[in-house]
């Protein structure tokens, strides 16, 4: 495999050089709008009076961060760090999110007009997941809350579950 003639590889031998373009950030970003943004979002009230919140549904795949999003929004807005939304563990394998779930945001003693809906991770095909009937249900405010999802089989509207 060697000989007594094999040179270590570069970067063993030396860290490489460091990158210029990490030196700048990559974006400006005004952390004093932090402020106006809660308030706007406080204030915030959609505009036909039938609609009295507006529903966010979070999908993505298993492990990537839907009810951890959910948690940050709701721990910005609570002041504290909040784990409502329960988070997938890699070393548990164990899959938290099967219920759609919704989760309010409250601020200040009020309750925003938003509602994040937390699904069951989205795998391929030849895995287990949710029914891609299901998700597109839930998009369409379909789905009740607390309906878990059948690997097998998707919601019908002749499920008690079906709004």
Do not use: C
Not at 38 to 50: C, G, I, Q, T, V
Not at 117 to 131: F, I, N, R, Y
Not at 150 to 163: I, P, R, S, V
């Amino acid at each position: 495999m060697g000989s007594s003639e094999s040179t270590p590889v570069q970067w063993l031998s030396s860290p490489p050089p460091p990158n210029p373009e990490l030196d700048q950030p990559w974006r400006t970003f005004d952390w004093g709008q932090k402020k106006y943004l809660k308030e706007k979002l406080e204030n915030f009230s959609p505009s036909h009076p039938d609609v009295k919140d507006i529903k966010i549904l979070v999908a993505g795949p298993i492990g990537g961060g839907k009810s951890s999003f959910i948690n940050s929004v709701d721990s910005a807005f609570q002041g504290r760090i909040s784990s409502r939304a329960l988070v997938y563990s890699y070393a548990s394998g164990q899959i938290l999110s099967q219920n759609l779930k919704g989760f309010s945001i409250r601020s200040g003693g009020k309750t925003l007009p938003f509602i994040f809906k937390d699904t069951m991770g989205l795998e391929s095909p030849v895995s287990a997941g949710p029914q891609t009937e299901d998700i597109i249900n839930a998009v369409f405010g379909h789905v009740k809350d607390g309906y878990k999802f059948n690997e097998g089989q998707a919601l019908t509207y002749k499920d008690q579950h079906f709004n």
